[in-house]
Each structure stands twice: as C-alpha cells, then as structure tokens.
C-alpha cells in the first residue's frame, strides 16, 4: 500500500532518528489491527517488541507516547492531509487490481459516551439517528465506500453526527468520480439514495445505479394493495442455500410481472425472498403478541379513576395499536356491562335486617380480536421489497445479484466494531476522535486487502477450507483476525552467555507457511 510513503508525502517528514508522523501512524494502525483496545495503552503494548519489528529504531520507539500519537492524530485531520485518501484509493486499485465497475456505499454511526460541548465544527460529534441503538450518546456519521471483489474500501467520509443519509450521496459520488476517473461505474446503495435529487444528479453525467424503493413511494403502496387483492404471480428466479444450518430450507427469490416502471421512468423490479417472509410474520406476529399484552393489562385497569370514561379507555386502546401498527389487524370493542352495587340506607354497624338500595353502575371491558381476514391478505406483501434501477439489459437475477452484495459493506462495519473495536472512543479533543477513525479506515483498508488476498489465493489453488479457527476448525472464508491469530505466538528466543549469543530461530507450522504463500508473503521474513 505504501502507506508510509503517502503519509509522508503529504504531511512532511522529520529530522533522521526523529519519530514522524507518518511512521507514527502507521504503529498506530499496526496497533488497531493486532491489539485493539483504548488509545491511551499503546505505549505499554509496543514495550515488550524489538524496536525494528515496528520499523523504529531504539530511540523512536523511546518516544513513542500518548501525546505523540495525538500529535499525529492532529496532523490528519489537517489541510495538508487532503490529498492522502486519494494518492491511497489510487494505489490500492493499481497495485491489487481492484475492480472498480461498481461501487457499494451504506453509513453507520460512532457512538461516544461524554458531552463533547466543544464540538462546534465539522464533523460534530452531536445526537443524530443513532445505529447502534443509543440515542442517549452523542456520534459521528461514518460512511463507506467497498469494491464489489471483496469488499475494499475504497473511499470514507467522517460526517456530522446529526447528518441525514440522504445527503451524503451526492458529495460521495463526485469524490468516487474523482478517485476512479470514470462516471461509468454502478453505484449501489440503500434506500436514502433514492430521492429524486440524488438519482438527477447521478443520471445526470450518465451514472448507473441499484437501489432500494423506500415504502414511501406511491409505487410501492399501489403495488401492496395488488399483492393483497391476490393478483399477483411469483416466478422463482434464484435459490441460495442456507450456509449457517444446512437442514435448514433455502432461500427462495421469486420476481413478477407488473408494474415495472416508477412514475419518473426507472426499471423497477419487484422480489420476494422465503426467508424475509418468514422474519416479516414473525416480527408481525410479535408485535401482534405484545399488543395484546400491553391491552390485557390496560383492562386491568379499566373503571378506575380517569379510566371510568369511553373516551380515556378508547385514547389508550388507539395509542397501544398505531404504537405498535397493529391496527389494521386487532379489532378491539368496548364493551358496557351492568354492575349492581348494593348501597346501605342506615349508618352504624351493617345488620341483615338493613334497607338496602341496589344502585346500578355502568362498567366496561374490551374484548380482542384477530382479524383473519387482514391478516391473510397481509401475508401476500411479506418477504417483498421492490429495486430500482436504470440499467436496461441486465435480467432481473443479475440486478438482485448486484444488490445482494450491499450486506458486504455492513461486515466491513461489523468488524469495525467488534473486531477493531471503535467504539467507545476515549479521545476529549472532536478532531482527534475524527482523525482516529481516519486511523481506522487504513487498518480497515488493511485487514480487508490481507482477507481478499488469502480468499483469492484459496480459489486459485483449489483449496476448500482452512483450519483457522478455534481447536483447529476448518473456515471456508477466513477473516483477517483469525489469519492474524494464527501468528500470534511466534517469537524469536535468544539469550547471551558470556560473549556468546545463543538464538532459536523461529519454527513456522505448515498453516502459518500456507498463509504466507497465499498471501504472497517470502517465509523468509520470518527466519
């Protein structure tokens, strides 16, 4: 990648046996890639290795602290620091032949536990539509830019926390256009991108698209009310076999015909998978379950207090059903029953022989019921999602096909978080919190390149499976954490004795030389 080398050509370099920014950062990435943890302990974790095994020498490494990787941090986020993500993007394609005639694109979110009140300029870490499902915190908009073969990340934007998704594409695709000096390539994305500013803008210098059709459209409504009527019929067009449990059913995508063109012109292409059919009932029939819960309860309480009134109860039964958009399927009437309550004339102490008034007092229940019917007609709309697009001769397999690669890019951020751990970030200076997911984006552009490497190396030798997991379990598609673990023990051993030095060279398992050899490492860097 020559990372150093573009570091420094942009940001400048030192004095000789002075620790640079550029080598600095690329520890850094070193660190994220092989010891992901907080930022602040990464003087502790290079102690224990020789200097050179970091490519410092005994000096660098002795200044190697906290504040000089902040230092570091600051220089990225500079004005000087521009040109690297394109001088970086143009060497990753060059040098691994990455393929760039179509460009996947998502967003997810970095979430950070403080009050960050300092942050006032672009990026701003501030409160936003958080994914991570914390909208008590405070994030930055991180989005991505992967290749359709094997998911290199080409291209990131740190954004505002409080950015919508729909407003980042236009700027993304001008730097795409930039990076790879073409207009030609396909742009796949979610649903966001499908705004009508966003497809002129695109259409306009003749871009390619496949997107998703939100449900908002009126295309899409028109379209369910069909499926409901039961005027509608599938044809099965692809058939992926469930990898996870093989005893499993497939899933099954089916297309049809109708309805192929939106109302401004683009390709629609309607699809209904097995598998999102059944995750629709049950999350239907889920919110169905609670529904009726959280409505038993509320009968509980019915002719108590403000509950005596129709108006309160029938308030509470509405609010319970457009919470949970069930209201369509649960019919709930409210219905008045008699009570008698006897009512004593004569104060003191009761005696059977005491007049008694019987006072007649309205009371209420509710009474629940499934309409059948709506749900049957329901179930017809399940597992079905509509793509759109403007490219004319592809057949509807091959559109789905481009599209059902977009889950890629969400690995990218799952091992983002889990794997490399982001998330929290304990940086009190916005930029730096910016300029280390800047840091994380080459560990990312890294790891994704050692785990394209190896995958291609297993499909040009024809080898099925590699035993890289826990107790020696064979992967078919190894990731790059579990081809960096199988490193993690070697160790060079030498001790003195007297003027005498004594080594063990280190011993490579025929695993660890099979993953060098696919990833085009000389073993010799080892011995």
Excluded at 239 to 251: H, M
Excluded at 313 to 336: C, M, N, P, S, W
Excluded at 362 to 379: F, G, M, N, S, V
Excluded at 386 to 411: A, G, M
């Amino acid at each position: 990648m020559n990372l150093e080398g573009i570091l420094r050509g942009a940001l400048g370099g030192a004095r000789q046996g002075v620790l640079d920014h550029a080598r600095t950062l690329t520890v850094l990435v070193h660190n994220l890639l092989v010891s992901p943890g907080p930022l602040y302990r990464i003087a502790e974790w290079a102690a224990p290795w020789e200097p050179h095994v970091l490519g410092l020498t005994s000096g660098q490494k002795a200044v190697l602290n906290d504040d000089r990787v902040a230092r570091a941090l600051d220089a990225l986020v500079s004005e000087r620091a521009r040109g690297i993500w394109f001088r970086l993007a143009l060497r990753v394609i060059k040098q691994f032949e990455v393929q760039t005639d179509r460009v996947h694109f998502d967003t997810t979110t970095v979430t950070f536990h403080g009050k960050y009140e300092g942050s006032v300029s672009d990026p701003k870490i501030t409160h936003g539509h958080n994914k991570d499902h914390r909208p008590d915190l405070k994030q930055l908009l991180f989005g991505l830019s992967v290749s359709s073969d094997g998911a290199v990340p080409l291209h990131h934007q740190v954004h505002s926390g409080n950015r919508t998704d729909d407003s980042v594409h236009q700027g993304n695709l001008e730097d795409l256009r930039r990076i790879l000096g073409r207009d030609d390539f396909t742009y796949v994305a979610d649903s966001k991108l499908c705004t009508a500013d966003n497809l002129k803008h695109l259409t306009g210098y003749g871009g390619t698209f496949v997107t998703l059709m939100p449900r908002t459209w009126n295309e899409d409504k028109r379209f369910r009310q069909t499926l409901r009527d039961g005027k509608v019929r599938w044809k099965e067009i692809l058939r992926i076999p469930n990898r996870r449990r093989k005893d499993d059913p497939p899933d099954i995508f089916s297309t049809c015909k109708g309805l192929d063109r939106t109302d401004n012109g683009y390709r629609l292409i309607w699809v209904r998978s097995s598998q999102k059919a059944e995750e629709d009932r049950l999350y239907r029939e889920g919110r169905l379950r609670r529904a009726e819960a959280e409505l038993g309860d509320l009968e509980l309480k019915l002719n108590r207090r403000r509950m005596r009134a129709v108006r309160a109860i029938k308030g509470a039964v509405r609010e319970i059903l457009q919470r949970l958009g069930v209201e369509r399927f649960l019919g709930v009437k409210l219905k008045e029953r008699a009570q008698l309550i006897p009512h004593r004339l004569r104060r003191g102490r009761p005696a059977a022989t005491d007049p008694v008034r019987m006072e007649k007092r309205k009371t209420w229940t509710l009474r629940i019921r499934r309409d059948a019917k709506e749900l049957t007609r329901e179930k017809r709309t399940d597992g079905v999602f509509p793509l759109i697009t403007n490219l004319e001769k592809p057949p509807k397999r091959e559109i789905l096909l481009i599209y059902k690669y977009q889950p890629y890019v969400e690995k990218r951020f799952s091992g983002l978080k889990t794997e490399l751990e982001i998330a929290p970030v304990y940086l009190k200076k916005p930029m730096r919190a910016a300029a280390l997911i800047h840091a994380y984006f080459f560990a990312l552009v890294v790891a994704s390149l050692i785990e394209r490497e190896v995958r291609r190396g297993m499909t040009r030798d024809k080898i099925e499976a590699l035993p890289l997991l826990p107790e020696g379990r064979e992967t078919k598609t190894p990731t790059c954490p579990r081809i960096l673990e199988a490193f993690n023990a070697l160790a060079w051993q030498e001790f003195t004795r007297g003027d005498e030095a004594i080594a063990f060279p280190i011993d490579l398992t025929p695993l660890q030389k099979e993953v060098l050899r696919l990833l085009r490492v000389p073993s010799e860097t080892y011995t």
